[in-house]
């Protein structure tokens, strides 16, 4: 199935001449399980994105001092100047940092993907503990069409890209990130989910593929299936 999505995309990417994405993937040891950041397993509700970049900003000290990295990133204040007159779709400020503390497992609003779906069938497959007859793998594609566009009311996700210095998980893993952001009219980081549930045809496009886990011992069997 998968293979013939990818096909697909690159038929697509061939007779386009807008920009289309290539697929970001996810895997989730239980099938049951929803696309959710660590800051949402944290808190449920809408997480203010100002409150949540002073929060980070207080221990960058404490996290330089024991890491031995030093990180240059705006003042609470610049930040928060730059939140009203910007948005997440060409600048993402601190983003070096927040990518350090999401993978030394600081409650971070980034969701993490793959550029490759076997890392995310291994991170699928890898977690025995989870309770489940089915583990799933996302297909996420945020350009499909020609752009993006959306309503400030509404949840939108931005998606950031490999280049940036970090622990060497995040080269190892092919990793990229997506933010999940809410005008409310305070910004605020929600669960990707809400923007999937409004997602306007041609953007923000997700498959999930649910593979047995009797599939874990049989590797021929699962790239058939991929």
Avoid at 122 to 133: I, K, P, Q, T
Wanted: negative net charge; aromatic residues 14%; charged residues 20%.
């Amino acid at each position: 199935m998968l293979e013939k999505l990818i096909e697909q995309n690159q038929q697509k990417k061939t007779e386009s001449v807008h920009h289309i994405s290539e697929f970001l993937y996810r895997g989730q040891a239980n099938s049951e399980w929803g696309l959710q950041t660590t800051l949402d397993r944290y808190c449920s509700d809408p997480y203010s994105v100002k409150e949540y970049y002073k929060s980070i900003s207080i221990v960058k000290s404490e996290i330089e001092t024991f890491s031995g990295q030093k990180w240059e990133i705006p003042t609470p204040w610049d930040y928060n100047e730059w939140l009203n007159k910007n948005d997440f779709l060409t600048e993402f400020p601190a983003y070096e940092y927040m990518v350090y503390l999401r993978h030394h497992g600081f409650p971070s609003p980034l969701l993490d993907w793959s550029r490759s779906p076997y890392i995310a069938a291994f991170f699928a497959f890898n977690d025995l503990l989870a309770a489940s007859d089915k583990v799933s793998i996302f297909v996420y594609q945020e350009y499909a069409h020609a752009g993006k566009t959306w309503c400030s009311s509404d949840p939108h996700i931005f998606t950031r890209g490999p280049l940036v210095t970090s622990h060497k998980r995040h080269f190892l893993q092919k990793a990229e990130y997506s933010v999940c952001v809410i005008n409310t009219p305070e910004q605020l980081y929600t669960d990707h989910g809400k923007a999937f549930s409004c997602s306007i045809p041609g953007q923000d496009v997700l498959f999930k593929l649910e593979i047995p886990t009797s599939e874990r011992i049989n590797p021929t069997t699962l790239l058939v299936v991929l």
